[in-house]
């Protein structure tokens, strides 16, 4: 069966990648493309219908972004958000121009027509706004489908050639309704079926992995995280024990990170997973490095040594398997309105030299994280696993200020190993993006029974954040930062003061380094 394919063209807005989401919810597969892409590449994908997304611009204002007029031709329904809207009004022959007010915020659509579009709305319905133009004057062969006070063509439509334009942004959860619009879009008016789903992905990913590796060796470095575990059980599937995975213990990992990693995938899952023991190698390098960018890259070189030394033993390998995500292979388009196309690679084990000359295998670079996570427990990964949250390449080494020893590894090892045991038990725990203990450079003074004591200080970091690039501090109950503060004075020998970190993400950063 040929995959029904939806291209979401990027206009600039922030939270395009919502759209693709969205439409994925909808068991779609959709592929996030610049707005400038050439006709060519488009026609490439077949694709069955296109969304054009928000973006800051105003579309009469020069070098604003456009699409290929071509897009019009194709032949396919087209719906335009926002900008796309406009965009869409514009250059199919409408007046587009200011609204007195510039619109934000919550509005009350009025929809004049429902036709399939808006089935199963009411006549008056909640929806997100957030625009300074809007459609005066429809193109020829448009009517409207709905208004707002504020847009007297907040929604509209040629019946006959399929294209749609929204004012507003059905995308984000403020638009209650805004799914079955989706919905309405894509399965009655384009007439998709939703059959993209994790088992029909797991399904072709096989046969394609399969096809692609024919009877070579494949090597992945595995990390513990949800990235390259979910890439490790879907590769292990596929093909079985030509899949060889390399763990290096480089001693700055979490407590019991190893032997879980060992027993998961060893024990139960019995994949070929090679463990490199390069906890000495790691620490001896790393002796008398205090400054943070020094020590990131002593490791990162290390891990790559270790990571060669390790493959070379498993004789000819053609392929490296990395757990390579979407939102790493997106050209993105920046706010600003250019294309800024910033392509970045894994940074933990992407960092593997070229000329180790390994054709890359990545199964998971069509997938949004919350989708390698419905990936992960469809395979059958455990939940601990699959919700996890992220972990450093370089480990418990960004989390001890200063130098890195045996004994300072083990004191914040222990003492993060309570924070996570508590923040586990916490209900909001799905909520926080990450928790953990941070070893700081001081001694302070305190008082145990009738000693004085001159220990050290462990930060606690817990923060909310739903992409890392901002977060807040979270709002923990108190009993809870109490009890990890107890414990951790009390179980770990050589703490006597716990301090809880209350800054956000600008202008702190969520590691201490
Ligand atoms: P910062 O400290 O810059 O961290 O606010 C943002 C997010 O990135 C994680 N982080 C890393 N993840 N390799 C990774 O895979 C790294 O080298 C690395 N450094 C920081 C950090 O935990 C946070 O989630």
Same mark, same amino acid.
């Given at each position: 069966?040929?995959?029904?394919?939806?291209?979401?063209?990027?206009?600039?807005?922030q939270?395009?990648?919502?759209?693709?989401r969205r439409?994925?919810?909808?068991?779609?597969?959709?592929? !996030?493309?610049?707005?400038?892409?050439?006709?060519?590449?488009?026609?490439?994908?077949?694709?069955?219908?296109?969304i *054009?997304?928000?973006g800051?611009s #105003?579309?009469?204002?020069?070098?604003?972004p456009?699409?290929?007029?071509? @897009?019009f031709d194709l032949?396919?329904?087209?719906?335009?958000?926002?900008?796309?809207?406009?965009?869409m009004?514009?250059?199919?022959?409408? /007046?587009?121009?200011?609204?007195?007010?510039?619109?934000?915020?919550h509005?009350? %659509?009025?929809?004049?027509?429902?036709?399939?579009?808006f089935?199963?709305?009411?006549?008056?319905e909640?929806?997100?706004?957030?625009?300074?133009?809007?459609? %005066?004057?429809?193109?020829?062969?448009?009517?409207?489908?709905?208004?707002?006070?504020?847009?007297?063509i907040?929604?509209?439509?040629d019946f006959?050639k399929?294209?749609?334009g929204?004012?507003?942004?059905?995308?984000?959860?403020?638009?209650?309704?805004?799914?079955?619009?989706?919905?309405?879009?894509?399965y009655?008016v384009?007439?998709?079926?939703?059959?993209w789903?994790?088992?029909?992905?797991?399904?072709?990913s096989?046969r394609?992995?399969?096809?692609?590796?024919?009877?070579?060796?494949?090597?992945?470095?595995?990390?513990?995280?949800?990235? #390259?575990?979910?890439?490790?059980?879907?590769?292990?599937?596929?093909?079985?024990?030509?899949l060889?995975?390399?763990?290096?213990?480089?001693?700055l990992?979490?407590?019991?990170?190893?032997?879980?990693?060992?027993?998961?995938?060893?024990?139960?899952?019995?994949?070929?997973?090679?463990?490199?023991?390069?906890k000495?190698?790691?620490?001896?390098?790393?002796?008398?490095?205090v400054d943070?960018? &020094?020590?990131?890259? @002593?490791?990162?070189?290390?891990?790559?040594?270790?990571?060669?030394?390790?493959?070379?033993?498993?004789?000819?390998?053609n392929?490296?398997?990395?757990?390579?995500?979407?939102p790493? =292979?997106?050209e993105s388009? #920046?706010a600003?309105?250019?294309?800024?196309?910033?392509? &970045?690679?894994h940074?933990?084990?992407g960092?593997?030299?070229?000329?180790?000359?390994?054709?890359?295998?990545?199964? !998971? /670079?069509?997938?949004?994280?919350?989708?390698?996570?419905? !990936?992960?427990?469809?395979?059958?990964?455990?939940?601990?696993?699959?919700?996890?949250?992220?972990f450093?390449?370089?480990?418990?080494?960004?989390?001890?200020?200063?130098?890195?020893?045996k004994?300072?590894?083990?004191?914040l090892?222990e003492?993060?190993?309570?924070?996570?045991?508590? *923040?586990?038990?916490?209900?909001g725990?799905r909520?926080?993006?990450?928790?953990?203990?941070?070893?700081?450079?001081?001694?302070?003074?305190?008082? *145990?029974g009738?000693?004085?004591?001159?220990?050290?200080?462990?930060?606690i970091?817990?923060?909310?954040?739903?992409?890392?690039?901002?977060a807040?501090?979270?709002? @923990?109950?108190?009993?809870? !930062?109490?009890?990890?503060?107890?414990?951790?004075?009390?179980?770990? &020998?050589?703490?006597?003061? =716990? =301090?809880?970190?209350?800054?956000?993400?600008?202008?702190?950063?969520?590691?201490?380094e």
């Amino acid at each position: 069966m040929e995959k029904q394919t939806v291209v979401v063209m990027d206009f600039g807005a922030q939270y395009n990648q919502l759209i693709a989401r969205r439409v994925r919810e909808c068991n779609i597969y959709c592929a !996030l493309l610049p707005y400038n892409t050439p006709i060519s590449k488009i026609r490439a994908l077949r694709p069955r219908a296109i969304i *054009m997304t928000g973006g800051p611009s #105003s579309v009469s204002r020069n070098g604003s972004p456009k699409c290929d007029p071509m @897009i019009f031709d194709l032949g396919i329904p087209i719906l335009g958000i926002c900008y796309g809207m406009q965009l869409m009004g514009y250059m199919l022959g409408g /007046r587009v121009g200011q609204t007195k007010r510039r619109e934000y915020g919550h509005a009350d %659509l009025i929809v004049d027509r429902k036709e399939k579009f808006f089935s199963g709305l009411k006549r008056k319905e909640k929806v997100w706004m957030s625009h300074g133009d809007q459609v %005066l004057k429809l193109p020829k062969g448009f009517v409207r489908l709905a208004h707002t006070k504020n847009s007297k063509i907040a929604s509209m439509c040629d019946f006959e050639k399929k294209f749609y334009g929204v004012q507003f942004h059905p995308e984000v959860a403020h638009t209650p309704k805004g799914m079955n619009i989706f919905r309405n879009f894509l399965y009655k008016v384009v007439g998709l079926k939703p059959t993209w789903t994790m088992k029909s992905f797991i399904k072709e990913s096989i046969r394609d992995i399969r096809c692609q590796v024919g009877k070579e060796k494949v090597v992945l470095g595995l990390s513990g995280g949800v990235d #390259s575990s979910v890439a490790a059980v879907l590769l292990h599937r596929a093909i079985g024990r030509k899949l060889h995975c390399i763990f290096v213990d480089n001693g700055l990992l979490r407590k019991d990170e190893k032997e879980q990693v060992v027993d998961r995938f060893k024990r139960h899952l019995h994949v070929n997973l090679h463990v490199a023991d390069a906890k000495k190698d790691f620490l001896e390098e790393l002796e008398g490095a205090v400054d943070p960018e &020094k020590k990131r890259k @002593i490791i990162g070189r290390k891990f790559i040594r270790v990571f060669e030394r390790e493959a070379k033993k498993l004789g000819r390998v053609n392929f490296l398997g990395q757990g390579t995500l979407y939102p790493d =292979v997106i050209e993105s388009v #920046s706010a600003k309105g250019g294309p800024s196309a910033t392509i &970045k690679t894994h940074h933990n084990v992407g960092a593997l030299p070229k000329k180790m000359h390994f054709k890359l295998i990545e199964p !998971l /670079r069509d997938l949004f994280k919350d989708e390698v996570r419905r !990936l992960g427990k469809e395979l059958g990964l455990d939940d601990k696993l699959v919700y996890r949250q992220p972990f450093p390449g370089p480990g418990l080494a960004v989390r001890i200020i200063g130098g890195i020893t045996k004994q300072r590894l083990y004191i914040l090892r222990e003492a993060d190993a309570i924070v996570q045991e508590e *923040m586990e038990k916490y209900d909001g725990y799905r909520g926080i993006w990450q928790s953990f203990a941070v070893l700081l450079p001081v001694k302070t003074v305190g008082v *145990m029974g009738d000693e004085r004591t001159y220990e050290n200080v462990v930060a606690i970091r817990i923060v909310t954040s739903l992409d890392a690039m901002t977060a807040d501090w979270a709002k @923990i109950p108190y009993d809870i !930062l109490g009890r990890i503060s107890n414990r951790i004075i009390n179980e770990v &020998k050589g703490v006597n003061r =716990v =301090v809880y970190d209350i800054s956000s993400k600008p202008p702190s950063t969520i590691e201490w380094e």
